[in-house]
């Protein structure tokens, strides 16, 4: 089974604070996502890489950045952190094949206070 | 850019009734998927129809696509309290490169 992890279910912060967000895939996915979700809202598309050091903005990629150093790990940047980022953060990944499934991890619920 | 809308927002049944909730997209699309997410967690695949198919089902699922009309709909036969979660439509977009674009959901509760 394709696994997703990241780093934290749940994370407070101050305002200000640079905040990082992991992401580990354990499947070879040349793809991964991070999206926030929030009420009413549905999932937003913050970046996506589709290749190691390849970065593409989404929807929503201000006050956001991202990492992508080794193929498995891709990492959500919050350079100095606001109240209205708070939110819930989740990451997926998904093969190279266009129309694949992506697989999600469990999510990081941030706060920033 | 929102491109997928479902609809309604929540829905709420007696265990053993069907669920049907819609999903409706503004542009051209190469497949269509639908996911669930039970609450506080991440999301779990449930079924892909691609833009060429008209029905597809996989157990107590059936997911239909009208690309004239833009929009699928999500059946779940014979509901039980494990379904109760809520139930997001993606669409494939191919525009450069391939991303899929959410809906804001259909929360379902089905009561026991």
């Known amino acids: 089974d394709v696994k997703v992890t990241q780093s934290s279910r749940y994370l407070v912060k101050r305002t200000g604070e640079k905040v990082f967000l992991e992401c580990v895939q354990d499947m070879d996915h040349e793809n991964m996502f991070w999206y926030r979700q929030d009420p009413g809202l549905g999932l937003r598309l913050i970046y996506f890489?589709?290749?190691?050091?390849?970065?593409e903005k989404g929807d929503i990629p201000e006050g956001y950045s991202v990492s992508r150093e080794k193929k498995e790990r891709f990492s959500l940047i919050l350079e100095s952190a606001s109240t209205n980022q708070t939110s819930m953060y989740l990451c997926a990944s998904r093969p190279g094949l266009a129309g694949g499934w992506q697989y999600f991890g469990p999510g990081t619920r941030l706060t920033v206070t | 850019s929102q491109q997928g809308e479902e609809d309604p927002q929540a829905l709420s049944i007696q265990e053993g009734e069907n669920a049907t909730m819609n999903c409706s997209y503004k542009?051209?699309?190469?497949?269509l998927q639908w996911y669930r997410q039970n609450s506080g967690r991440g999301l779990v695949h449930l079924i892909l129809i691609r833009s060429n198919e008209r029905e597809k089902h996989s157990g107590r699922l059936r997911v239909t696509l009208d690309t004239s009309k833009k929009s699928s709909s999500l059946l779940i036969t014979a509901s039980r309290a494990a379904d109760t979660a809520s139930y997001f439509c993606?669409?494939?977009?191919?525009?450069?490169?391939?991303?899929?674009?959410f809906g804001t959901g259909t929360r379902l509760k089905v009561l026991a």
């Open positions: 993606a669409t494939g977009v191919s525009s450069g490169t391939y991303k899929y674009i």
């Open positions: 890489s589709y290749d190691v050091k390849m970065k």
């Open positions: 542009t051209s699309i190469n497949n």
